[in-house]
Nanobody
Framework: QLQLMEAGGGLVQPGGSLRLSCTAS???????????IAWFRQAPGKEREGLSC????????DYSDSVKGRFTISRDNRKATVYLQMNNLKPEDAADYLC?????????????????WGRGTQVTVSS
């Protein structure tokens, strides 16, 4: 069984930075038909929003307009981990952040419909 575990959330002041991690364990993504890792967030009362993705074979990346230039996705294959470096955080970035295994990157709808989800990590941006 493939499992994804997020870490790195917490409280940060506006303008600050956090690095989230998403570590896969169990089966490999490719063995289950997943070729990407995507990051999403969901704030209370709002729809889940796709932020960034990385294709695990090609290394291609994609970003939503809301985070482009502030967030960077990267990976460490040896650790089976994908990171989301978040800089210049704003109060509106506060949300539950989730990673997911997706069928590819980029994909329509960020591959949300067929994604396999982690449990999330909370990010709070407040002074």
């Amino acid at each position: 069984q493939l499992q994804l575990m997020e870490a790195g959330g917490g409280l940060v002041q506006p303008g600050g930075s956090l690095r989230l991690s998403c570590t896969a364990s169990g089966f490999t993504l490719a063995s289950m038909g997943y070729y990407g890792i995507a990051w999403f967030r969901q704030a209370p009362g709002k729809e889940r929003e796709g932020l960034s993705c990385l294709h695990t074979r090609s290394g291609a990346t994609d970003y939503s307009d809301s985070v482009k230039g502030r967030f960077t996705i990267s990976r460490d294959n040896r650790k089976a981990t994908v990171y989301l470096q978040m800089n210049n955080l704003k109060p509106e970035d506060a949300a539950d952040y989730l990673c997911a295994a997706v069928k590819g990157c980029p994909m329509a709808g960020w591959g949300m419909d067929s994604a396999m989800w982690g449990r999330g990590t909370q990010v709070t941006v407040s002074s």
